[in-house]
């Protein structure tokens, strides 16, 4: 991939990614509005119950897809075809199980079985969704990839919103609204495999499937052990209300972060090759470039995220502002970590991985225990920080002994954060002054215009801007 090309599927994974995000939260204050922040909370719960099983179902078979492309290449459809066919297998046979032990999850999770066979449905399709994203992406079909995030954002707004209005029940009329976007997509991803006349079943692939896959099970329960398990203990401990309230703010903090991924799942497939190539002072230039990048838009957002939480949500949410820095903070965590978790991504090495999110999750349930109870959903917040900083140490640590990785080191990081960190603290202090944060945000502007200003000066000349 060409320099041109990897900032041109950066620039459109991010703002494709931004405007569909764009388009949910033009929709939020219409959902904090017409719920109730009972209703708001308990759809909130429901989602997170959804994203952790589907972890389970789908046995995270996408995200092998990187290294198949890869190693399997030309067979790549067969590949996607085999592995989507396990997931669907696995799927049949939990749901089965599923079914026997109902009386027990519906104890568990909080929700009657009605609910809860939505919960496994759902989290089902949503791993067909992630398959042909996935399929999209590695492909580096870029428009394919964003026209499929389009169609499933906009179809999942338009049916929430009229079902909202239609029904006194807001918790189902959300439900519905996600699941049915989901289904169709499912299915159209079927008969999109089956158009590419794919061999549906290669007994060749299944242990590669295993051993790249599972390790990722565990991972990616971690991951969101560490992104739901704060409202579900502030659900047990606090209340819906809290959890509304929480959601809202993580909700907003969640912006960086789509952005932030954005760029890495561009970046993901340049470093590879690059590092096949072994260019050493390549990777080194961009990755500077894309450092800087991810730290400006980090910082910048946290000079204007307070005006979002009044935009976005009525007064009985202001409190969330309180901790949303904290959360934005989290996410450029884990931004950074992804350096060191794309090393063992490159080597084909998963192992470690899911020890460290598991881990990670472990120390964030603990934490939550303590400060939830002192210092309440800002306690949560607080919890989510440092489980992802002690994760990004752990990583880091594992890519340094295991691959001698070099690309970043211990003073990279500790300048990263300390800024990242120290301006958070700043912005906290001056939540009610727009032009104090406002100001701070215009000069750190005009320090990357400084240090990019050659590259500013022959953009301008080569349009004769300038």
Not at 285 to 308: D, Q, W
Request: charged share 10%; hydrophobic share 55%.
């Amino acid at each position: 991939m060409s320099r041109n090309r990897l900032w041109s599927s950066s620039l459109a994974y991010t703002v494709g990614n931004l405007l569909i995000q764009g388009v949910s939260f033009i929709t939020l204050p219409l959902y904090t509005r017409v719920m109730t922040q009972a209703d708001y909370g308990n759809y909130n719960l429901y989602l997170s119950w959804v994203t952790i099983f589907a972890i389970f179902i789908g046995l995270q078979v996408n995200g092998s897809f990187s290294i198949a492309k890869v190693k399997f290449d030309k067979r790549f459809d067969d590949y996607v075809a085999t592995s989507s066919l396990v997931s669907l297998l696995f799927f049949l046979i939990l749901s089965l199980v599923a079914f026997c032990f109902r009386g027990f999850l519906e104890s568990l999770l909080g929700f009657p079985s009605e609910i809860v066979i939505f919960i496994l449905f759902q989290a089902f399709f949503s791993h067909l969704q992630a398959c042909f994203s996935q399929y999209f992406i590695q492909n580096q079909e870029t428009k394919h990839q964003l026209f499929l995030s389009f169609g499933l954002t906009f179809g999942n707004v338009f049916l929430s919103v009229a079902l909202l209005l239609a029904l006194k029940n807001g918790v189902w009329a959300r439900i519905i609204g996600g699941f049915v976007p989901l289904l169709i997509l499912g299915i159209l991803y079927f008969l999109f495999l089956l158009k590419k006349k794919v061999v549906w079943w290669q007994k060749a692939y299944l242990p590669f499937i295993l051993a790249t896959s599972l390790p990722l099970v565990f991972h990616t329960l971690g991951h969101n052990l560490l992104n739901q398990l704060d409202r579900i203990m502030i659900g047990k401990m606090l209340g819906m209300r809290q959890v509304a309230l929480y959601s809202f703010g993580y909700s907003l903090g969640l912006i960086i972060q789509i952005v932030l991924n954005s760029m890495n799942t561009a970046w993901v497939p340049w470093f590879f090759e690059a590092k096949r190539q072994k260019n050493k002072e390549q990777i080194q230039e961009y990755k500077r470039h894309y450092l800087l990048a991810g730290t400006f838009l980090t910082l910048g957002y946290l000079s204007v995220f307070p005006e979002l939480v009044g935009l976005m949500g009525s007064s009985a949410y202001r409190d969330s502002q309180s901790f949303i820095a904290w959360i934005i903070v989290s996410y450029y965590l884990v931004f950074l970590y992804t350096f060191p978790v794309n090393i063992q991504f490159y080597h084909g090495s998963t192992l470690y991985i899911p020890v460290g999110t598991l881990l990670s999750a472990g120390i964030n349930f603990l934490l939550n225990l303590v400060l939830i109870g002192w210092l309440g959903i800002y306690g949560a917040a607080l919890a989510t920080l440092l489980a992802y900083l002690l994760l990004l140490v752990f990583h880091h640590l594992i890519a340094k002994a295991r691959y001698r990785y070099d690309e970043m080191t211990e003073k990279h990081f500790l300048v990263l954060i300390g800024l990242v960190g120290l301006y958070a603290l700043f912005i906290n202090q001056f939540l009610d002054q727009l032009w104090v944060r406002w100001l701070a945000c215009f000069f750190i502007s005009l320090a990357f215009a400084w240090y990019y200003r050659a590259i500013i000066t022959r953009f301008l000349q080569k349009r004769n801007l300038f």
